[in-house]
């Protein structure tokens, strides 16, 4: 089983619709991240959270919310979607701290909105 | 702005040698990552770089000119495993990461 787990893995769903996007991860790690991946263009940063009590707004945030349910869910949701939030979304988790940073990641959701 | 720029594609032979290059302007450094992500699936930790030098892992070894703000993954003896998108990601001043758009390594017979 994956250590970073993400559902669904696709979904195709039409403007205006709430959709919620969930990661579940067994590492064992305070942070979570949520990013999005778009052709031609670096990975970019939704949210992120460093323990259950922090959420932290990225590069691009609106349009978009999270909730840290516990150490181990990190969900993240589109209250009305819109065609321009078509794209792999990618949650990931790392230890925290003066570590290396490495980032361990989800298999991606990937979101179509029509 | 902060900027990390690779080149978008680049194919080379199986056995071979292929070096990608990555450059950065950002504010602050502290430390730049090679990931590997193959089509559709999601991204995996190939290096780690915060001081100048090579640093070598197998067949892979990654390279890190802060004064330049350059770095380069060095790809030996090349398989088709290897076909992948390789992304550059510096982190800054602020400990948050910024990500190249990534290089797409084609490996040819």
């Known amino acids: 089983d994956a250590d970073v787990t993400q559902t669904p893995r696709n979904r195709i769903t039409k403007t205006g619709k709430r959709i919620m996007l969930e990661c579940s991860q067994t590492k064992g790690h305070d942070r979570m991240y949520w990013y999005r991946q778009d052709p031609g263009l670096g990975l970019r940063l939704i949210y992120y959270s460093f323990d259950v009590k922090d959420i932290n707004k990225g590069e691009i945030s609106d349009g978009y919310s999270v909730s840290r349910q516990a150490q181990a869910k990190f969900s993240l949701s589109l209250e009305s979607a819109i065609p321009n939030q078509t794209a792999l979304y990618f949650c990931?988790?790392?230890?925290?701290?003066?570590?290396?940073?490495?980032?361990?990641f989800g298999e991606g959701s990937r979101l179509t909105v029509l | 702005g902060q900027n990390i720029d690779q080149p978008t594609e680049m194919t080379a032979t199986e056995g071979a040698i292929v070096q990608i290059n990555c450059t950065y302007q950002?504010?602050?450094?502290?430390?730049l990552f090679w990931y590997q992500q193959h089509a559709g699936e999601a991204p995996t930790f190939l290096s780690y770089?915060?001081l100048d030098g090579l640093e070598e892992k197998g067949r892979f070894s990654s390279f890190l000119s802060r004064s330049k703000g350059y770095s380069y993954l060095l790809l030996k003896e090349l398989q088709m495993k290897d076909s992948a998108s390789y992304l550059c990601a510096v982190m800054d001043s602020n400990y948050q990461l910024i990500w190249g758009a990534g290089t797409k390594l084609i490996i040819k017979p």
């Open positions: 990931a988790t790392s230890i925290g701290g003066y570590d290396t940073g490495e980032l361990f």
């Open positions: 770089n915060v």
């Open positions: 950002t504010s602050g450094f502290n430390g």
